[in-house]
């Protein structure tokens, strides 16, 4: 028997089996209305509402709907009434500016498009067929009780559309499939042992790789869902403690966020030996991974993948035969990205050392761009960009990143993207923008600048010249002026010997 994977399978689950438990505790704090506690069966019912008011504006299976949003329940609900019923959702970076979001819109050909309230102005020149508020329920949601009409599941359709930064200024679309969010989520949940018993915190951007994975993974087995809309490291104490909560997906950032809070806590840390929070993109250094399990009584848990594999490649968690070691020599042993996840396989390209990757989990392809599709799956592997290598346990360590894509507070930003930016300023002659160490984001941006003969420019100058044309994130936190940058015979800059003096003496180099 064949039964077709689908992203409402997790979502007819929690109804079916959990439907008067409460699935989402909705942020309080937000400018739409909060809609407060939820039990799974009024998150089947949104999702309902939701699908029969895309029927009613003849949005058909297919064709995309874009969101750009803070965390939210309208934002979460949004994947079971939007992709679940055939349609593919688009979330969208809400740090990102206009131009950018624009461009994603048009790119994906989005129909509709939901946005925060918060960023409802500053967005008001990106248009939509559709373009509606979250909060305005009457505009997003059909009648109670309406009908949709019913999809037959496609697991090799598209259920998302996730833009990541590449090697150029223009993000591409990432599609994933059903197949591929339904492999990641039973995955991701097996290898953390995901239960109903179970509390996650959205320490996470829902809009990043579809949240990893975990708003499937935890409706799936009937978990409890804490919204939390913007990071702030004392708040996600006082979450943690008020809700119960067991486990976070999380970047480096957030880490020291909560450790700084931990320092100012009053009172036993909440969570001690309950709670598991995992982490990906530039790994933090051993000192965070001991303090993380040390002063706060986490269990860390160190990830690698790409919006591309859904995420989830490798998984590196505490292991018995590692409960004798320090809690330095087990953080140095966690900082590594980890053992191929179930039914992942990795190999490493003998010619360039790059990471290859072979599993259901990788994308469909890129949407509207055959070439670079073609340039990343070919071979029969998914080519990661990374550069890295296997040991003799098989856990794989990224030691550079062949893509010129910087990953700072779990945001990828590409360096091309960045430099095009500093080059239109008039006084900038050359410019080279590496990733560099950060004990706070992991790493950090760093322009490498030469400055036209006669001209004038500071290092806030040139930050602040970005930050007016790009996302915020995307800007440098330091400049360093050169007199020449130091290029090939051919007249190629190599950047790997413009960080390496940065990153000398560290076990990674992935700037």
């Known amino acids: 028997m064949f039964v077709p994977f689908s992203v409402s399978d997790f979502i007819d689950r929690a109804v079916a089996v959990y439907g008067q438990r409460v699935g989402v505790v909705d942020e309080p704090d937000q400018p739409a209305p909060s809609q407060g506690e939820l039990t799974y069966a009024q998150v089947g019912e949104l999702a309902k509402r939701q ?3 895309l029927d009613e504006l003849g949005i058909a299976p297919g064709e995309r709907v874009a969101i750009v949003s803070h965390n939210s329940a309208r934002f979460l609900t949004s994947f ?42 500053e967005l ?15 505009a997003i949601y059909a009648a109670p009780g309406s009908e949709p009409v019913p999809w037959t599941p496609d697991e090799n359709a598209t259920a998302t559309i996730n833009y990541t930064s590449g090697t150029t200024a223009m993000p591409k679309g990432v599609q994933l499939t059903h197949r591929n969010i339904w492999t990641n989520a039973a995955t991701f949940g097996l290898h953390l042992g995901v239960s ?65 809070a931990a320092a100012e806590w009053d009172g036993e840390i909440p969570g001690r030996d309950r709670v598991r929070i995992i982490v990906a993109g530039a790994p933090p250094p051993t000192a965070t991974v001991a303090a993380i399990e040390e002063k706060l009584g986490w269990e860390f848990i160190q990830i690698y993948g790409l919006t591309e594999t859904s995420p989830l490649l490798t998984v590196n968690r505490r292991r018995s ?25 990795l190999d490493i390209n003998p010619t360039d050392g790059e990471v290859l990757a072979r599993s259901n989990v990788v994308l469909e392809g890129y949407w509207n761009k055959p070439e670079e599709t073609s340039a990343a799956l070919r071979d029969g592997w998914f080519h990661t960009g990374d550069g890295g290598s296997i040991d003799d346990e098989g856990y794989l360590t990224i030691s550079d990143r062949k893509k010129d894509v910087i990953i ?47 001209t004038e420019a500071t290092e806030a100058d040139l930050i602040s010249w970005c930050k007016e044309r790009a996302a915020g994130y995307k800007a440098p936190t330091s400049v360093e002026f050169r007199d020449e940058l130091a290029r090939t015979a051919t007249g190629k ?8 003096p940065y990153w000398k003496g560290m076990s990674k180099n992935v700037g």
């Open 196 to 260: 109903d018993r179970d509390v996650y915190l959205h320490t996470l951007p829902t809009f990043h790789a579809n949240g990893w994975g975990m708003p499937f993974t935890l409706t799936g087995v009937g978990g409890k869902h804490v919204v939390l809309r913007k990071v702030d490291g004392a708040e996600i104490l006082r979450r943690v403690e008020e809700h119960g909560v067991t486990v976070m997906c999380a970047a480096p950032a957030v880490c020291s966020a909560v450790l700084s």
């Open 493 to 500: 800059l190599q950047k790997f010997k413009l960080r390496e």
């Open 321 to 345: 035969e590692w409960d004798d070691l320090t809690p330095e020599e087990r953080a140095g042993k966690l900082v590594r990205a980890g053992a191929p996840a179930l039914g992942v396989t």
């Open 408 to 454: 700072t507070g779990g945001e990828n930003v590409s360096s091309i993207e960045v430099e095009d930016v500093l080059f239109s300023h008039p006084a900038v002659s050359e410019v080279a923008v590496i990733g560099v160490p950060s004990e706070k984001w992991g790493e950090t941006i760093k322009a490498l600048v030469v400055l036209t003969p006669g």
């Open 124 to 138: 008001a020149d990106v248009e939509a067929e559709f373009r509606y508020v979250l909060g305005d329920d009457d």
């Open 80 to 121: 079971f009434g939007v992709s679940g019923y055939g349609r593919v959702l688009v979330p969208i970076n809400f740090r990102l500016r206009p131009s950018e979001v624009q461009y994603i819109v048009q790119q994906s050909g989005a129909r509709m498009l939901l946005v925060d309230p918060e960023i409802d102005a």
């Open 51 to 53: 699908a029969a008011r």
